[in-house]
DNA sequence: CCTACCGATCGGTAGG
DNA sequence: CCTACCGATCGGTAGG
């Protein structure tokens, strides 16, 4: 049961935002009464925190490995993960955009104390790759980083909106602006590509 | 007295979002009473439309000059009265973003009629620097518009929340976070930058 | 997990 | 532009 509250929740709040969803309608999407759900989740705030907590927690548990494995190919197979976790429910990144806006300053505190470091590992092997001479030399990393994450995010969270500024039907639009999000971030990354 | 709603409107808006944001906390922010607040904007779904208007007429009268303006540099002028245009007031990305996760069909509708005809011509002109020679063979150019217009409000709107994951304190990371944004953009544009 | 109920706030109207 | 007021819905509790 408290799975498929969260589940509704997640649902609801990625299309609708927190304040625009009422405990009601998650109630009845779920199919119970809503002291019953209350009995779940003591407040609104709360099941708020621990939707927040379920999505965070895959990151906290993903990303080492991520990082860890070696291939000859590390970009591409970042980028391919991070594109397939959010495409793979895309309420994800509309409730991660929305709680960046409704919520800075709680946002900033979880991220800088539980991804920063991780970061900081992936900024860094962009510096040796700029030193051993296969990256090119006016790059930012950490800046590159954050465009390249916001592009993620963005394409997932809100691409088929944007998509209608080229197309009028968009089937598989998200597919090719991953493509283009991947050259992009070859070509400004390396020297060659 | 309109415009003071407006200002106001657009500020908490901005902050909190339409279903965040209470007309009795807006006309407490102008300083009259909620009923007078009614008489200017007749309900709550007028005056985000009239918001919401306004900030799009902006680009509905500046695009044409924009694009008709010839410069040595029209990537770099571009990109600075795009980044201008929303840094000038953050609020106005965070609530572009908001529409577009808010109510996807409406701005789709609104962007796919308004904007289209823009975006086409640019992403002409980028076919015509390709065939001349001074632009990259293998970009999408409609994806490319599409992914350094996402850069540019996701820096806007959030960036200083997603500059948490390099740095403590924020000042002026926006700053270098735009550069590097226009040398991605460049380096993923031109042949030689 | 439910019924019954709470005060507070929501968007909005009547009438001046 | 205000006072006075409306029904509907909000998040949440008591009690079983």
Redesign the pocket.
């Known amino acids: 049961?408290r799975n498929k509250i969260l589940e509704q929740a997640i649902r609801l709040f990625g299309s609708s935002g927190f304040e625009g969803?009422?405990?009601?309608?998650i109630?009845d999407a779920v199919?119970?009464?809503?002291?019953?759900l209350?009995?779940?989740f003591?407040?609104?705030?709360?099941l708020r925190d621990e939707v927040y907590k379920h999505l965070f927690d895959h990151w906290k548990s993903e990303l080492p490995k991520l990082l860890a494995t070696t291939s000859e190919d590390p970009f591409g197979s970042f980028i391919k993960a991070l594109v397939e976790y959010f495409q793979d429910d895309p309420n994800r990144s509309k409730i991660a955009v929305r709680e960046m806006l409704d919520r800075p300053e709680f946002v900033r505190k979880v991220i800088s104390e539980e991804l920063r470091p991780w970061v900081k590992l992936v900024s860094d092997y962009i510096r040796m790759g700029k030193q051993s001479g296969v990256v090119v030399e006016d790059i930012d990393p950490e800046s590159y980083i954050i465009l390249v994450i916001m592009m993620v995010i963005g394409t997932v969270a809100v691409g088929d909106v944007l998509s209608s500024l080229v197309v009028q039907e968009n089937i598989d639009t998200d597919k090719v602006i991953i493509e283009e999000l991947k050259r992009i971030g070859r070509k400004a990354l390396f020297k060659k590509s």
Chains 1, 2 share one sequence.
């Open positions: 049961m969803t009422s405990i009601q309608t109630a199919g119970i009464k809503k002291p019953s209350l009995y779940h003591n407040s609104k705030a709360k």
